[in-house]
């Protein structure tokens, strides 16, 4: 059974940067990859998505500008840089591969067929 396993979150200032990876068990050439994030009491929220190559990148418009998503298939992994955090970033991010299509400039979750566990991101001011 596949794995995912995201690592790098952690508790941040407001305005400091993380960055997320997101290492797979088997390989994520010709599969588009992406990141959401679940706030307390919110629904999962997309935050940005990449196709199979990396050649396209998705953003939510809340991270735009601030956030890079980004992959290296040799390795099997993919990143999400995260600069500018601010406290309304605060939320476990998954990471999710599979992606069949964009809607508009998102990616339905539903339509990812393996998640990972999550790993938690805190901004405080």
């Known amino acids: 059974q596949e794995q995912l396993v995201e690592s790098g979150g952690g508790s941040v200032q407001t305005g400091g940067s993380l960055r997320l990876s997101c290492a797979a068990s088997?390989?994520?050439?010709?599969?588009?990859m992406g990141w959401f994030r679940q706030a307390p009491g919110k629904e999962r929220e997309f935050v940005a998505a990449?196709?199979?190559?990396?050649?396209?990148?998705y953003y939510a418009d809340s991270v735009k500008g601030r956030f890079t998503i980004s992959r290296d298939n040799a390795k099997n992994t993919m990143y999400l840089e995260m600069n500018t955090l601010k406290p309304d970033d605060t939320a476990v991010y998954y990471c999710?591969?599979?992606?069949?299509?964009?809607?508009?400039?998102?990616?339905?979750?539903?339509?990812?067929?393996?998640w990972g566990q999550g790993t938690q991101v805190t901004v405080f001011s």
């Open positions: 999710a591969k599979g992606g069949r299509a964009p809607v508009g400039n998102s990616w339905p979750a539903a339509d990812f067929r393996s």
């Open positions: 990449i196709t199979w190559s990396g050649s396209t990148t």
């Open positions: 088997g390989r994520l050439i010709s599969y588009a």
